[in-house]
């Protein structure tokens, strides 16, 4: 153990656990697959134990089992001999434990100080950064964010499961599901037969919606987020670089209280269409729905701020709309690299947070009049390649001609152009222009 006081100038190690692991290793080789569910060789203070550790990983991957004469053979053929401390050190390490029993413990500490020392060598990089006024702020915390998440995962031991676990819990799902008669497994739309063919938006997965101007994207991503939060009761994120968040509001408040958008815009309004409006408005209240009201948002600005919000309300859902608002931290690189870069930025956020991400794109003038296919998303090249799920909303204009203005019903096509997991195809949902809202359609009541 480290003297007290040492403790701070020494980096935090445990070397008498380093040795009882690679004991343990020595005297049951059989025990390696265990400890490399926590350690690599790189997680050893000690050099010699380092090298010690990199020849036995060595001789598993020629498959080879570890003992005294075949790693000293090892040790040797990689020129690692002499540095461990000969024949002698690597013989006294099978003395230091009796049995491989507590193996996982010894891993376990190793691995407890390895990350200690990470953590460490991070603040003394981050304070270099911190320091150098060249680099803004906001970089310098996304940097500290996406290190840690990275030592936390690489913490996390993989693991295996058998089939005597698997199943079991496979049937309890089946069960539940059968139970329930709900065949959504993810984050539900609120769109029945959307939800059918993806079942549901699924964790970190990078969703994408996309339409002409006006057909209703906003509207669509709002009924989605409302729908989540206030009739789910899952908190959502709704990052709003296009319109204002009290437009927003007003906007969500008339479409749950079915009041004219215009109605409220103007103010004229009867004393029951307030009494709607105010009843809207205390079922909103207490919902779980979380808006963000940044013009010309960074990356790097959204990143910190989702992950804020899932760390500090739970967020289960983010929708942004719309991708190509979004600003990229290098403004010198050509449009489509920055689009490029928001696009994988996004995937890997989902991964991430582990959550869905769903992100708003307009398409290309060229989609006028015609159903949208996959090339017509703006920059495509990545969008398409990125997205593990992508959504087109298309109606006919001259459709919408033909119908009357007050119509109150307006059928719209939700094509499903691209699903990683699933099948593609199309639904039909409800347009309400007098509230802005999409639903269900009905189609005993067209």
Not at 116 to 123: A, E, H, V
Not at 153 to 179: G, T
């Amino acid at each position: 153990m480290i003297p007290l006081e040492l403790r701070d100038k020494v980096p935090p190690h445990n070397s008498e656990a380093e040795q009882a692991v690679l004991g343990a290793v020595l005297l049951d080789p059989e025990a390696l697959p265990a400890v490399l569910r926590y350690i690599l060789p790189e997680d050893f203070y000690v050099n010699a134990n380092r090298d010690i550790f990199a020849g036995i990983i060595s001789l598993y991957e020629k498959g080879q089992k570890a003992d005294l004469i075949t790693l000293t053979d090892e040790l040797k053929a990689l020129g690692s001999m002499d540095r461990v401390g000969g024949p002698a050190y690597v013989a006294n390490l099978t003395s230091i434990v009796p049995s491989s029993a507590n193996v996982e413990y010894y891993a376990r500490i190793v691995q407890e100080q390895s990350v200690r020392r990470s953590l460490i060598r991070l603040s003394s990089e981050l304070t270099v950064r911190a320091r150098d006024d060249s680099v803004e702020s906001n970089v310098v915390l996304d940097e500290a964010q996406a290190r840690i998440f990275e030592i936390s995962q690489n913490r996390q031991a993989s693991n295996y499961r058998s089939m005597k676990e698997l199943v079991p819990d496979a049937i309890k799902m089946i069960e539940r599901l059968f139970k329930n008669k709900d065949q959504t497994t993810g984050i539900p739309s609120g769109f029945n037969d959307l939800d059918q063919m993806t079942s549901g938006f699924q964790n970190s997965e990078f969703i994408v919606i996309g339409a002409r101007p006006s057909v209703g994207k906003t509207a669509l991503a709002l009924s989605m987020a409302a729908h989540v939060a206030l009739e789910k009761h899952t908190p959502a994120a709704f990052f709003s670089l296009e319109m204002a968040d009290t437009a927003i509001m007003q906007r969500l408040i008339a479409s749950e209280a079915r009041i004219r958008s215009e109605q409220v815009r103007t103010g004229l309004l009867k004393p029951s269409d307030f009494n709607a409006l105010m009843d809207a408005a205390s079922r909103i209240y207490e919902a779980p729905l979380y808006l963000v009201d940044t013009p010309n948002m960074r990356l790097l600005e959204l990143r910190t701020m989702a992950r804020r919000l899932c760390a500090e309300k739970g967020v289960k859902v983010i929708f942004i709309d719309y991708l190509t608002l979004v600003t990229h931290d290098n403004q010198e690189l050509p449009r489509w690299e920055q689009i490029s870069g928001i696009s994988r930025s996004f995937k890997a956020l989902a991964r991430e947070l582990r959550i869905p991400v769903i992100a708003l794109s307009q398409l290309k003038r060229e989609a006028e009049g015609k159903q949208p296919t996959l090339a017509d998303l703006r920059e495509s090249g990545s969008i398409e390649q990125d997205a593990d799920l992508i959504l087109f909303l298309h109606r006919d204009r001259e459709y919408d001609k033909k119908k009357d203005e007050r119509s109150p019903v307006i059928e719209t096509e939700l094509i499903v152009a691209k699903q990683r997991n699933g099948p593609v195809g199309k639904t039909t949902i409800a347009f309400l222009p007098s509230f802005t809202r999409f639903e269900n359609m009905d189609h005993r009541g067209l």
